[in-house]
Nanobody
Framework: QVQLAESGGGLVQAGGSLRLSCAASGLTFSQYGMGWFRQALGKERQFVVGISKSGGSTYYADSVKGRFTISRDNAKNTVYLQMNNLKPEDTAVYYC?????????????????WGQGTQVTVSS
C-alpha cells in the first residue's frame, strides 16, 4: 500500500519560511518523479514544483521561482519543499504526489499517488 505523508505545515508570517517534508512508503521511491501541488480555498489544485527521479532536474511554477526549493533524499524516501519569503497568496493545502512516467508534469492526472495534504497559512 502506497502512502505519502506530508508534514511541516503551519502558520507563519509573511516573509517567513517553512520546510515541508513528504515521506513515501510502499513504492520504489527512486523510480518516481515527485511533485508538490497546492490548493487554496475555493480554487483548483495547482502545480507548484517537481523533481526528477534522481533529483537532477527540477521544475517550478513561475509564482514560486526564486523562493521555493524542492529536493529529495532517495535513501530516506523523502522529498522536501523549502519555502522562503512566504506571501499570503501562498496560503493553501500543500500536497505531495508521485508520478511514474511524467516527471515535472503540471497535470494532476499524470500523478499516480497523492498525500493527504498539509495546511500552510501565511499571515500578512
Amino acid at each position: 500500500q502506497v502512502q505519502l505523508a506530508e508534514s511541516g505545515g503551519g502558520l507563519v508570517q509573511a516573509g517567513g519560511s517553512l520546510r515541508l517534508s513528504c515521506a513515501a512508503s510502499g513504492l520504489t521511491f527512486s523510480q518516481y518523479g515527485m511533485g508538490w501541488f497546492r490548493q487554496a480555498l475555493g480554487k483548483e489544485r495547482q502545480f507548484v514544483v517537481g523533481i526528477s527521479k534522481s533529483g537532477g532536474s527540477t521544475y517550478y511554477a513561475d509564482s514560486v521561482k526564486g523562493r521555493f526549493t524542492i529536493s529529495r533524499d532517495n535513501a530516506k524516501n523523502t522529498v522536501y519543499l523549502q519555502m522562503n519569503n512566504l506571501k499570503p497568496e501562498d496560503t493553501a493545502v500543500y500536497y505531495c504526489a508521485a508520478t511514474r512516467y511524467y516527471t515535472g508534469s503540471y497535470q494532476k492526472a499524470d500523478y499516480d499517488y497523492w498525500g493527504q495534504g498539509t495546511q500552510v497559512t501565511v499571515s500578512s
